[in-house]
């Protein structure tokens, strides 16, 4: 589907038929178990996150949640965390190293939720702890972009020794939508927009952001969401198999490392090379 423009790709990402969070998690995993709460102010159904066996190796699994339908959705907050969700990350991520269990992230959402109640509560705050910790977390962290990965709601759970995307998902620095209400006062020039963000798998991949994209099959991933799951299972038993390998100093090192040279002008040249 190489014809496809951004524009179109993030329709696709979109689409309320697509595979979802849970969809991946009762297809690749067993034996889930979802935990709730913060431990601060209660619980938020736009984050999911339990522990779960992974071809019998126990992880921790953290996700966006979208609903299949409105009443879902609305439930949901249509996959637009609030603080408290974030915090629940962190309790469980925190959990997962002290146990020594794997992390495993699934990134589909427009961004965190902007509301007045959202910001009373710390969201900047929230997900600035939630990066920082998931910097030096001591267990390997996989990240998945399956849908559309929008702004510090989406980056929250995409520090990663490795980030992986889905050929017909997004990852932005926030909607097209609003990119295009603030450089052109005019929201209906979105495809203008995401033609100059570069939100595409592909072009993240040619930039360095991400580290594996995912091919779909043709017409995206609805058309055959179990292919395109076990498309995901796949490139995520690879890329587990190798960070297993590596020693737990040796894996935030170059975390770190990965992060701090991202968008520098030797990884550009380099990538330009290539």
Known sequence: MESL???????????MDRPRTMDFIRRMFTDFIEFRGDRCYGDDHAVVGGVA???GLPVTILGHRKGSNVEDNI?????????EGYRKSQRLAKQAEKFGRPVICFIDTPGAYPGTGAEARGQGQAIADNIALFSELKVPVISVVIGEGGSGGALAFGVADRVL????AVYEILSPEGFASILWRDSSLADRA???MKPTAQDLLELGIIDALIPEPEGGAHMDP??????????????????MKQDLL???????????NMGSRKTLSQKTKE
Do not use: W
């Open 165 to 168: 995307m889905m050929e017909n």
């Open 250 to 260: 040796t894996l935030v090192r170059n975390r770190d490392r990965k992060y701090r």
């Open 53 to 55: 066996l992974y071809r």
């Open 226 to 243: 179990d292919a395109a799951i076990d498309s995901v299972d796949r490139q995520v038993q690879r890329s587990l198999s190798v960070l």
């Open 194 to 196: 995401c033609r100059l």
């Open 75 to 83: 439930l949901c907050n249509f996959g637009m965390p609030h603080p």
């Open 5 to 15: 423009t951004a524009y179109d790709r993030l329709g696709l990402a979109r689409r």
